[in-house]
């Protein structure tokens, strides 16, 4: 049985519209200007540079976007260096804390010691018995 689908609206207070920079070396940018339903700018929020980058690590492509604090373009090109750099250590940071918790966690491998899935508990006994 498929279940049902919820609606999905778009917010007609929160439209971008979109604008993409690159240099076809380091990455690109997007300039994110706030629009209203009828698509002139919105006045009343701040435009956003969102930068993306994709970075060659030992196990394949690490994509990053993060956010460029910038009040224009050229303030966003000038910060893109630091910002990504900074993504980029939060990112390897996050990698190490899943990396931690997934060897700290107990895995007993298949045939490595009894098979519990027919053992039997007696009512009220506290304890089991295998058959």
Do not use: C
Not at 48 to 76: H, K, M, R, W
Request: charged share 25%; net charge positive.
């Amino acid at each position: 049985m498929m279940e049902k689908m919820p609606a999905v609206k778009m917010d007609p207070k929160g439209l971008w519209r979109e604008e993409t920079f690159t240099d076809h070396k380091a990455g690109t940018i997007r300039r994110l200007i706030p629009v209203t339903a009828d698509g002139s700018p919105d006045i009343t929020r701040k435009v956003i540079f969102v930068g993306e980058a994709a970075l060659l690590t030992s196990v394949g492509s690490l994509p990053l976007n993060f956010e460029i604090p910038a009040a224009d373009l050229a303030q966003a090109v000038a910060g893109y260096g630091d910002a990504m750099q900074k993504a980029f250590a939060e990112a390897m940071k996050e990698i190490q804390e899943m990396r931690r918790r997934a060897a700290s966690q107990i895995v007993i491998p298949k045939g490595a010691g009894p098979d519990l899935t027919s053992a039997k508990f007696p009512p009220d006994s506290g304890k089991f018995r295998l058959s």
